[in-house]
């Protein structure tokens, strides 16, 4: 049995909740810095509403969720761009813990080393 491990990335106003104990935001997700940062992974054509289904990853109004442990090391690497422009807090749901951008790049490093294969070709 796999575990996912939800990465939250947003503005949250720590100790707060919303209903059913959802992280209450300061503000939403920035639809600009949004853009940019995924056009540095995914090219110029990148759209936010369309990611790649190995990236695992939801950009909601006000937060952007992944799955830690499984999403594409592109977005890791990209979550913590997003985290560190904007001063995002990084939430790993699994383990309660804030992380920061430097632990989710260490992460993105593992995954690619993870889903790489012999000859250095990507299975994701």
């Known amino acids: 049995m796999a575990m996912i491990h939800h990465l939250y990335i947003g503005h949250f106003i720590i100790g707060h909740f919303h209903k059913e104990n959802e992280l209450a935001t300061s503000r939403p997700i920035d639809k600009e810095i949004t853009l940019r940062l995924l056009r540095k992974q995914l090219g110029e054509s990148a759209d936010p509403d369309k990611l790649p289904s190995a990236w695992t990853m939801s950009i909601e109004p006000n937060l952007i969720v992944c799955d830690y442990f499984g999403a594409a090391p592109e977005a890791l690497d990209f979550a913590a761009d997003y985290a560190e422009c904007t001063e995002a ?36």
């Open 89 to 124: 807090i990084m939430f790993d749901a699994g383990c309660y813990s804030r992380q920061t951008p430097e632990q989710v790049r260490q992460q993105a490093v593992l995954q690619r080393r993870l889903f790489t294969d012999f000859d250095g070709r990507s299975l994701h």
